[in-house]
């Protein structure tokens, strides 16, 4: 396996080994700099439909510039973005959104004093009749909000019940919940259980289970080896601004990846 790409990443077309088809998504050179800090040099990297893809590396290594091209946050200086066999610019979030990417945010975007089904609509809400006579259609809102989440096994108080009132896991949970819910192609999480316990850490990982299981594609970006391990497909390791090498998560170890990521090993 070659893992450093200045050519297109292994599983590309050109290697003739996996079909474009197989990729959801195919991000290619890829460089992004502020200023003089080029936080992406070029970096290439693939996610393969129906799994979970991790994105590992040191801190600054670029991963979370990475994931904001891919979620419209930043404009890439160049490369191309390949979403679903298509070319794709985003020129804001809801570009992204629109196109089959969510993104979970480490911060979670869930607003305190509102209702779970309430954070399930923020700014999508349903209504029925038009002009002046336009209502919100709450009964299906909540309905909604509550199939969501029964989906994807997630044990949460009732959507009448305000975010405020819920602990750290269920409210990760309420808000992968929502991202799965609109049918995207994509949901991309950065660090999703970095501040929660071991307890609302499985619950969560169970989550991103089930919404790997229904067919989304997910990219997680974890410090947490063990989580890596354990949920992942494959794995993606960023040093400096590229992504310099992929592994099949059956077949590499704990030991190997950290070697990866410091540079103690050749990728
Ligand atoms: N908006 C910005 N302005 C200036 N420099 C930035 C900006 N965003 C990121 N950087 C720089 O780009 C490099 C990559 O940062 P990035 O946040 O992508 O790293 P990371 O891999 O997500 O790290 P961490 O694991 O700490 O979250 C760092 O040197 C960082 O300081
Ligand atoms: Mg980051």
Not at 110 to 132: A, C, I, S
Not at 156 to 183: E, H, K, M, N, Y
Not at 212 to 240: K, T
């Amino acid at each position: 396996m070659t893992d450093t790409y200045n050519t297109p990443p292994e599983g590309s077309p050109h290697t003739g080994r996996t079909q474009a088809r197989d990729f959801i998504l195919q991000a290619t050179d890829i460089k992004k700099s502020f200023g003089g800090v080029h936080a992406l040099k070029g970096a290439s990297m693939t996610m393969r439909r129906g799994e979970i893809t991790a994105l590992i590396g040191d801190n600054g290594a670029g991963k979370s510039t990475m994931v904001r091209c891919l979620s419209g946050i930043h404009r890439p200086d160049s490369g191309t973005i390949v979403l679903d066999g298509k070319t794709v610019t985003f020129e804001n979030p809801v570009a992204a959104i629109k196109q089959g990417i969510e993104t979970v945010q480490q911060n979670l975007a869930l607003v305190e004093d509102l209702t779970v089904w309430q954070n399930f609509f923020l700014g999508r809400e349903k209504t029925h009749g038009f002009g002046p006579f336009r209502t919100l259609d709450r009964k299906l809102m909540k309905s909604t909000a509550g199939d969501l989440l029964k989906n994807l096994a997630v044990n949460v108080p009732p959507v009448t019940s305000r975010v405020r009132r819920l602990s750290g896991g269920q409210r990760q949970a309420v808000a992968i919940a929502r991202a799965a819910g609109w049918g995207s192609k994509i949901v991309i999480m950065d660090e999703p259980t970095a501040a929660l316990g071991v307890q609302e850490t499985a619950r969560v990982e169970g989550v991103i289970n089930s919404l790997r299981d229904s067919g989304v594609a997910v990219l997680l970006i974890s410090h947490n080896f063990d989580q890596v391990m354990r949920l992942s497909d494959h794995v993606w390791v960023m040093r400096a601004g590229m992504a310099v090498a992929e592994r099949r998560t059956a077949e590499t170890s704990g030991d190997e990846l950290v070697a990866l990521i410091t540079g103690a090993r050749a990728a």
